[in-house]
């Protein structure tokens, strides 16, 4: 039972692609309650509903009328994201909410407003923050192993999610693309580990007008391309610190997953930010070879941030992935896509406070909320 003190009670809102990986994840963790599975597709909702020991189904409006939802976990696509947040938190929900935030700066700054008057927290994915490489990583960082962090590269080279996504078409509207639907896995770490952006410079393009879904029913299906699919930004922080990002649809080459960032005394290799294992490996000029840290930590995959959503909602302590977070992601994202057009450099105004990392041996198998 859900409750005060007890597990948080949790609806999945939309029963689509990646909920598989969150209610395979969310149901095995005993501090989470998931009692909803709702979409515009009732028939998906109850299907996963079925297959995951769901109790109840229906529709989003019915999902935010249950008594015992305390989190609103929205899993629908990016245009539907800022409107299901929004009337989850006018219920009086917590949500935690896919990527990106919202589809602009304005409308997430507006739903993080709506949440803090209403008194109710916004969480949001990239979760692989709180996985064990990237916390390895800010573990390496901090202990001053790379020396003073100055410079980061990062690179996502793919020939286009059209391959394996049964319904790609969302990939490439307003709100896709590899900026947005990449960009965040990438920018998010990178904000993790070097803090706030100010500005930013990007050139963009696209290699073709039209694609066709690889896989699944609609397979054969030619549909438009309405966002930029190769881009190319540079960043500039806070800190005084600058990143290089390439982040592409348009790749026959495959390259994703490459993150480095270069202190004074060392160069750090991430793991894959789209994951939450993989090893930690970084090199002075010294060495001739990479050293080899293990990851250590969480690696159960998605959902760990409604986990860390719900124990801090327990704990009365900050959550993680913020929503904060992840609107100064969204406004870094939308400054490169406003610099690619106008081929300006373009400031990036908002802020956020860099998350704590999480404590060694936090562990999403144990049940800390009976
Ligand atoms: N597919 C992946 O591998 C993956 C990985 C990480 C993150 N994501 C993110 O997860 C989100 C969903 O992606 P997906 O691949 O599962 O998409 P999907 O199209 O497979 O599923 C989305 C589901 O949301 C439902 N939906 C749409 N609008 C709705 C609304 N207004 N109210 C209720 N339900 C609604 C749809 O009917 C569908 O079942 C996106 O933001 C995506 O960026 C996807």
Known sequence: MTGAGGPVGVAVVGCGTISDEYLRNMTSFPDLNVVFCADIDVDRAKTKAAEYGVPDVGNTAQALDHPDVEIVVNLTVPAAHAEVS?????AGKHVWVEKPLALDTATGRALLEQAAEAGMRVGCA????????????????ESGRIGAPQTALALFQVPGPERWHPAPQFLFQVGGGPLFDMGPYYLTTLASLLGPAHSVAAVAGRSRDQRVVGRGPQAGTTFDVEVPTHVSALISYVGGQSATIVLSFDSPLRRNGFIEVTGTEATLSLPDPNRFDGDVKSQTADDEDWTVTPASGATAGRGLGVLDLARSLRAGQPHRATGELALHVLDIMESIARSAQAGTFEPVRSTFTVPATLPAGWDPTAPTLT
Do not use: E, N
């Open 86 to 90: 929004a009337m989850a938190i006018a």
């Open 126 to 141: 990239p979760d692989t923050l709180l996985g064990a490489g990237l916390q390895t990583s800010r573990r390496i960082i």
